[in-house]
T-cell receptor, first 114, second 113 residues
Framework: LAKTTQPISMDSYEGQEVNITCSHN???????ITWYQQFPSQGPRFIIQ???TKVTNEVASLFIPADRKSSTLSLPRVSLSDTAVYYC???????????????FGKGTKLSVKP | NAGVTQTPKFRVLKTGQSMTLLCAQD?????MYWYRQDPGMGLRLIHY???????AKGEVPDGYNVSRLKKQNFLLGLESAAPSQTSVYFC????????????FGPGTRLLVL
């Protein structure tokens, strides 16, 4: 099972860069790494996805080392509105792949203070 | 596009009652999922479907049944509700496997007394 492990919580201040690391030691060759953000009383929403090395979009960067056993979500210059729970999910993109290892985990609760 | 919608938004049941939660998506996605979220427990997969007419068990399937008679709809049923099923239920869909981006609905809050 491609189980993931994340810190339960993190604190930061506005304007700082935040790095959240996810461990996924049993990641499979065809698995991708996806990060989601969830605000209270809302469903999770997609932030970023990657397979290896570095991916950057308008809201975050994702760093994946060569062995792919971990990944780090980087949020530049966080604001109060980035206070949320962040989940990493590992899984295949190919149709028909087993979904038996679909485990979101408990996520990381990020609290951004003024 | 409405994306993923869930009905109802909130419901109160008495122990032993039954109900069905409806999830609908208009993105022509093959995969659909039902999760439950409890305080401090993150998201746990109840059942999922890889296409019309197919369903499979997830991490916590006991006490729930599902059906996917139409590609756009995924129903979650509670035959005899129990207080332990008090939770927030989220439906999601993805184009193919769960490694694809999952799109979530707004959730259904269920209270079982």
């Amino acid at each position: 099972l491609a189980k993931t492990t994340q810190p339960i919580s993190m604190d930061s201040y506005e304007g700082q860069e935040v790095n959240i690391t996810c461990s996924h030691n049993n990641i499979a060759t065809n698995d991708y790494i996806t990060w989601y953000q969830q605000f209270p009383s809302q469903g999770p929403r997609f932030i970023i996805q990657g397979y290896k090395t570095k991916v950057t979009n308008e809201v975050a960067s994702l760093f994946i080392p060569a062995d792919r056993k971990s990944s780090t979500l980087s949020l530049p210059r966080v604001s109060l509105s980035d206070t949320a729970v962040y989940y990493c999910l590992v899984g295949p993109k190919n149709y028909g792949g087993s979904q038996g290892n679909l485990i979101f985990g408990k996520g990381t609760k990020l609290s951004v203070k003024p | 596009n409405a994306g993923v919608t869930q009905t109802p938004k909130f419901r109160v049941l008495k122990t032993g009652q039954s109900m069905t939660l409806l999830c609908a998506q208009d993105m022509n996605h093959e995969y659909m999922y039902w999760y439950r979220q409890d305080p401090g427990m993150g998201l746990r997969l109840i059942h999922y479907s890889v296409g019309e007419g197919t369903t499979a068990k997830g991490e916590v399937p006991d006490g729930y049944n599902v059906s996917r008679l139409k590609k756009q709809n995924f129903l979650l049923g509670l035959e005899s509700a129990a207080p332990s099923q008090t939770s927030v239920y989220f439906c999601a869909s993805s184009l193919r496997a769960h490694g694809e981006t999952q799109y979530f609905g707004p959730g259904t809050r269920l209270l079982v007394l």
